[in-house]
C-alpha cells in the first residue's frame, strides 16, 4: 500500500483529501503546516508528497528544499492557487516534480498521484547510471546525477532533468515534440497541459550556463538539441 503524506492547513478541505486518499487504497497522512509534515516525514519516508504552498511557519517551498538536501527521488507535488510562472519556476527550482492548481477536480489529482507513484516505481538511480556525456562545454555526470560547467560550480540534477538531458543527448538534432518529451520522461499519462515541462527547460538551460543555448526552443514544434 503507497503511503501519501501531505500538508494543507484548511481543515476542511485536509480531511476530505484524508477520506479521498484512504477511498482509493492509499494509506495518508494530513499535516497542518510545515513543521508538522517535516516531523512526519523525518519518522517515516512516504512515497509521495504533496504540498500546500502557502502554510503557517514554513512555506511548502522551504519543506521542499528541505526535503530534497536529504531525498532526490521523493514525488514531491504542489498543490496550489500560486500558479504564475514565477511560482512554478521557483518551485520547479527546488525539485518538485509538478503543480496542481486550485480549485481542482479530485479525478485530476488522483490521475497526476498516480502517474507521479508509478514514475517513481521506475526512475533512474545513481547506480542505474550511463556515466558522463556533453552538451556544448558542460559535462553531465550521470552517475552523479551532477553538471559541471568549465569554471563554474557543480550544480545538482533532478530526476526529471537528467532524463530530460538523456533524451536530448540522444536524439541530436532531432526536433522533439513537447508530447514526445513529456512521454519519454514523465509517461504518457502525464497531463501535456501543464507548463512543468518548459519551466524544466529553464532550469536546465540554467544549470548548463553558456551551454544552455544548444537546447534550442522551436516555435510551434517543441525543442532541439544543436548537432
Known amino acids: ?17 484524508v477520506a479521498t486518499f484512504e477511498s482509493e487504497g492509499y494509506e495518508t497522512l494530513g499535516c497542518k503546516d510545515g513543521e508538522e509534515v517535516l516531523a512526519a516525514f523525518r519518522n517515516r519516508r512516504p512515497d509521495l508528497l504533496l504540498l500546500d504552498v502557502m502554510m503557517p511557519g514554513k512555506s511548502g517551498y522551504d519543506v521542499c528544499a528541505e526535503v530534497r538536501r536529504t531525498d532526490p527521488y521523493l514525488p514531491i507535488l504542489f498543490l496550489t492557487a500560486k500558479t ?31 502517474a507521479a507513484l508509478r514514475r517513481s516505481d521506475v526512475a533512474p538511480r545513481p547506480t542505474d547510471g550511463d556515466g558522463t556525456f556533453r552538451i556544448g562545454d558542460t559535462l553531465i555526470d550521470a552517475n552523479r546525477f551532477i553538471v559541471h560547467s568549465p569554471g563554474e560550480p557543480e ?10 538531458l538523456k533524451t536530448f543527448a540522444a536524439n541530436p538534432g532531432k526536433v522533439l515534440t513537447r ?9 504518457e499519462e502525464y497531463f501535456a497541459a501543464s507548463r512543468t515541462l518548459d519551466q524544466h527547460i529553464l532550469q536546465i538551460r540554467r544549470k548548463l550556463g553558456t551551454s544552455g ?15
Open 1 to 17: 500500500m503507497k503511503y501519501i503524506l501531505f500538508a494543507e492547513d484548511d481543515e476542511t478541505l485536509r480531511n476530505g483529501l
Open 84 to 114: 504564475s510562472e514565477a511560482d512554478c519556476v521557483i518551485g520547479l527550482g527546488l525539485g518538485a516534480d509538478d503543480f496542481i492548481a486550485k480549485p481542482f477536480r479530485v479525478r485530476e489529482l488522483l490521475a497526476r498521484v498516480s
Open 155 to 164: 550544480q545538482a540534477l533532478t530526476v526529471r532533468e537528467l532524463g530530460l
Open 179 to 187: 508530447d514526445a518529451l513529456l512521454d519519454a520522461v514523465w509517461g
Open 213 to 227: 543555448a544548444h537546447i534550442e526552443t522551436i516555435r510551434g514544434a517543441g525543442y532541439r538539441l544543436k548537432a
